[in-house]
């Protein structure tokens, strides 16, 4: 099975930067995702990592260290719409993923 | 349609009673998946199915089934509902296998059972 685990709440002023660290235990790795869930609505997709190092997307970064079992994702320049949950997942060998509790970031004027 | 649907939005649904949550995509993605997400636990995952015709348990799969009988669609159907399983319910498709193929969400069915 996985273990992942990111922190519950962070809250952050609008034009920040925010970090988001998630670590995780797994029995199978074949990538990890970050999904990014507003209230009420569906997860959508943000990015994917697979290899080490680091993925940039605009605003959005995200960033995979598989030896230490750590991931990363970085929001730039904050705007009030990205207040929102921010989901980390592990992929495992069959291709199903497996979530974190997710964090939700709250973006202060 | 475009992408996935689900039906219905919200149901409040009396113990006992038996339910199915409809899912379908129009994608024509292989995989499909049946989360359910509940406050402080995040998405945990009930059954999926790689390609249609088959099916496989998630982490969470008591009290509920399952069944693939097209691509399209993929119904979860809970035989008698309990309190326990009051939750918001997702439904997932991906494409199997291959790199980042993320999966895409439905919007959800929120389930109250009394």
């Known amino acids: 099975g996985q273990n992942i685990d990111q922190p519950t709440e962070m809250t952050a002023t609008e034009g920040a930067i925010v970090q988001i660290n998630c670590t995780y235990q797994?029995?199978?790795?074949?990538?990890l995702f970050w999904y990014q869930q507003h209230a009420g609505e569906a997860p959508t997709f943000l990015s994917y990592?697979?290899?080490?190092g680091l993925e940039e997307k605009g605003r959005f970064s995200s960033f995979l260290s598989r030896s230490k079992g750590y991931s990363y994702l970085l929001l730039k320049e904050l705007q009030m719409k990205d207040s929102a949950s921010y989901l980390c997942?592990?992929?495992?060998?069959?291709?199903?993923?497996?979530f974190g509790a997710g964090t939700t970031v709250t973006v202060r004027a | 349609i475009a992408g996935i649907t689900q039906a219905p939005t919200s149901q409040i649904l009396a113990a006992g009673r038996r339910m199915t949550l409809r899912c379908t995509q129009d994608?024509?993605?292989?995989?499909m998946y049946w989360y359910r997400q509940d406050l402080g636990l995040g998405l945990r995952l009930i059954h999926y199915?790689?390609?249609?015709?088959?099916?496989g348990k998630g982490e969470v799969p008591d009290g509920y089934s399952v069944s693939r009988a097209n691509t399209d669609d993929f119904p979860l159907t809970l035989a008698s509902a309990v309190p326990s399983q009051t939750s918001v319910y997702f439904c997932?498709?991906?494409?199997?296998?291959?790199?980042?193929?993320?999966?895409?969400f439905g919007p959800g069915t929120r389930l109250t059972v009394l």
């Open positions: 994608m024509r993605h292989n995989a």
């Open positions: 990592n697979v290899l080490d």
């Open positions: 797994t029995s199978g790795f074949n990538g």
């Open positions: 199915s790689n390609t249609a015709g088959t099916t």
């Open positions: 997932a498709s991906s494409d199997y296998g291959g790199a980042a193929n993320e999966q895409f």
């Open positions: 997942a592990v992929r495992d060998g069959d291709y199903k993923l497996s």
